[in-house]
Each structure stands twice: as structure tokens, then as C-alpha cells.
């Protein structure tokens, strides 16, 4: 039998309950008022992909893709999307045109940034147009339709020329959307990445901030790339120090990073940098808690490229072959 006095109304079960339930009913009315706070359009878009892809409802899955990599893109950093400073390919001021148009072939980019003695002394870029209309000017001669290409001297230092463009300097902090606007205001479609003391940390391009949400945009000069992972019988796991950690722990069946780490560790390189303390060696032997160890294959003194990953053996007793019995 209840306790409550007649006349009197019961006490809530829960008061916190209620509480939030009379909270989510006044929201839920200011909003139908409209004048309660605005929904969070990140969150509405997020809501929208859940549902459509349990529901079945009619967005593609590019659709999908494409709008959760804008929404990951929102929150997305230069450092996230930089070309780190070993991997940057660029001339000093004093290359001269002849191997200048070497180095265009062999990197097969159109623009390239332009050094002076080293790459913390930047001095702008090269388009590589910018390069053929110079070689064109130079070899049309008076009174003459044909291009005397022989008449081009190809010894003068680029920096000479006056082809030399402007490049944008961002931080690695800087949001990756507002250096997309940035270099649509500018048009100038390439960044160097510096850090607080003024030295190169990495470089971006316009296309790939572009590709953070299209995806990879190869046109008819790339080439495929070999797998970041190569399972072989006889040379065992052979892993590109690139390779997403989340791409490894998938092989691996292991978890190699914690939550915390997450945020700071995506690559194989990342991880044996992180449990080494330092750039290990060639040669050397990294050991994961999980008993795994990692093989430095190839290295230098600024970064790891190659690594064998050796599984740790897990014979069991039971497995081993019985012992004779002495007789």
C-alpha cells in the first residue's frame, strides 16, 4: 500500500529524471516556436548519414563518402594534410634551366619551390608554364616564324630569369579550410608550412586539400604504387613506415596503440618512433608491448621508410612434439 496521504500527489520517482524530460519538452517547444538555439548543422548532416545508410534511403555510396569527408575536413589541420619537410621536392636559386627542366621531369609536378643555400631560406616557386614561356621568348628570333631553341641559354641560374612567383607561408595550426579559401583569394595554389622559429615543416598544394574530400585525383602521370604492406613467405611482413595504423592493427588482428594515443600516432613509422624514443637505426629492433617486434629495413637520420614486422611466436607447449620417455 502506498504511504502518501490522501489528497496529496505522489513525489516523483526520479526528480534528475524529470528534470530532463521537462528540459528536452521546453527545448522541444522553443524550437517549434523558433526561438530556441539553432540545431548544430554538423550534427543534423551527421544524423542524416546514420539514418540514411540504416534506413536505405536513396544517398549513394559516393554521396556518403564525399559528405563525411567534408565533415572531417572542417576539422582537418595543415599538419594533417602537409607533405612532411624529407618528402619535399624542391631547387635552389642557383639550379640552372637545363637541369631545372630535369628535375620537372623526373618529379613530374608543375610547380616547385625555389630555395636559397636551404629550405628554411625559401624564396617562392616555379611554375613550370612560367618556365616554357621564358624557353619560348628566348628562341623566337626577328624576321623568323620557327624557334630557334639552340639560341636558349640553358646555363643561366633561375634566379636570373625572373620567373619566380610568390608562395603562401601558413603555420601547421591553421585550419585546413581557411587555407583553401586562403589560396582561392590569392590564387596562389601552394604553401609552405613553417614552424614558430621561422624552418620548413611541410609543404601543401591546392590539390591536396582538394583530395582530403574527392578523394585521390591521379591524372596521367602517376603511376601505381607498390602496397604499403607486402605479406611474403620468405621475407616475412614487409611494411612502408606510411602505413595507416589502423590498415596494420586490421592485418595484424592487434590492437597496437591505446584511445589516448590516437590522436597523435597514424602511422607505422609514427608508432616505432614513439616506442623508440627516437629515429631508430637501420638494422634495429623496436619491441611492442604486444610482443611484436618491428625491423628497421630502411632509414635515415630524419625518418624510417621500411620495416619488416616480425609476429611474436606463440608455440605452445601442447603443440610440441611429445618427449621420448626414458626407458
Known amino acids: 500500500m502506498s ?3 490522501p489528497g496529496e500527489d505522489a513525489p516523483p520517482a526520479s526528480a534528475e529524471a524529470k528534470s530532463e524530460e521537462d528540459l528536452s519538452w ?3 517547444l522553443l524550437g517549434r516556436l523558433g526561438i530556441g538555439e539553432e540545431p548544430d548543422l554538423r550534427e543534423l548532416i551527421e544524423d542524416a548519414l546514420a539514418r540514411a545508410k540504416s534506413t536505405g534511403q536513396s544517398l549513394s555510396t559516393q554521396e556518403r563518402t564525399m559528405l563525411r569527408n567534408i565533415l572531417r575536413f572542417g576539422k582537418l589541420t595543415v599538419e594533417d594534410v602537409m607533405v612532411p619537410r624529407a618528402d619535399i621536392i624542391a631547387v635552389e636559386d642557383t639550379i640552372s634551366i637545363d637541369l631545372l627542366m630535369r628535375v620537372f621531369q623526373e618529379a613530374e609536378h608543375s610547380r616547385l619551390p625555389v630555395y636559397h643555400e636551404t629550405l628554411d631560406d ?3 616557386m616555379i611554375h613550370i608554364r612560367d618556365l616554357m614561356s621564358w624557353i619560348t621568348a628566348q628562341a623566337e628570333i626577328a624576321d623568323t616564324t620557327d624557334l630557334m ?3 636558349v641559354d640553358l646555363n643561366r641560374g633561375v634566379g636570373t630569369i625572373g620567373i619566380t612567383r610568390d608562395i ?4 601547421g595550426s591553421m585550419s585546413g579550410l581557411d587555407l583553401l579559401l586562403k589560396m582561392q583569394t ?3 595554389h601552394l604553401a609552405l608550412v613553417v614552424d614558430e622559429y621561422g624552418g620548413t615543416d611541410g609543404l601543401v598544394s591546392i590539390e591536396d586539400l582538394v583530395e582530403e574530400v574527392v578523394g ?3 591524372d596521367e602521370h602517376d603511376v601505381d604504387e607498390e602496397p604499403m604492406l607486402i605479406d611474403d613467405p620468405k621475407s616475412g611482413l614487409i611494411a612502408d613506415a606510411r602505413t595507416p595504423i589502423q590498415e596494420l592493427q586490421l592485418h595484424l588482428g592487434e590492437t597496437l596503440i591505446t584511445a589516448e594515443q590516437e590522436e597523435d600516432i597514424d602511422t607505422l613509422g609514427g608508432l616505432v618512433f614513439s616506442l623508440a624514443g627516437r629515429i631508430p637505426s637501420r638494422g634495429e629492433l623496436v619491441k611492442h608491448p ?3 617486434e618491428f625491423e628497421v629495413l630502411e632509414a635515415d637520420p630524419r625518418r624510417i621508410t621500411k620495416l619488416r614486422v616480425h609476429k611474436p611466436q606463440t608455440t605452445r607447449e601442447e603443440d610440441s612434439p611429445p618427449k621420448a620417455k626414458a626407458k
Open 3 to 5: 504511504n502518501t496521504p
Open 26 to 28: 521546453f527545448e522541444r
Open 122 to 124: 625559401p624564396r617562392g
Open 149 to 151: 631553341l639552340g639560341a
Open 168 to 171: 603562401l607561408y601558413v603555420p
Open 186 to 188: 590569392t590564387r596562389l
Open 216 to 218: 585521390e585525383i591521379d
Open 290 to 292: 604486444s610482443g611484436i
